[in-house]
């Protein structure tokens, strides 16, 4: 989950990988990722938060986590 608050800890924008649009196999690496538009009236000093969210009984591993601005218009 990404979370977007702002100085008064108020929530702008939030997203959720469902377990639906994950590929995996138990006990093999995955990658996971998603791209969203960052709304205009997101706070300036907004602060990036981002949760992993397991309610599984496993033991789970995360590497790599990154996130990424890329401006309006950008394209690859």
Do not use: H
Not at 1 to 16: F, Q
Not at 34 to 54: A, E, L, Q, S
């Amino acid at each position: 989950m990404v979370a977007i608050d702002d100085d008064k800890r108020n929530v702008y924008k939030y997203n959720v990988s469902k377990n639906s649009e994950t590929k995996y196999k138990p006990g093999s690496w995955f990658e996971l990722s998603f791209t969203d538009v960052v709304d205009r009236n997101t706070p300036v000093n907004g602060t990036y938060k981002i949760y992993v969210w397991y309610t599984g009984k496993n033991k789970i591993y995360i590497d790599d986590l990154k996130l990424e601005y890329m401006p309006v218009g950008f394209s690859e």
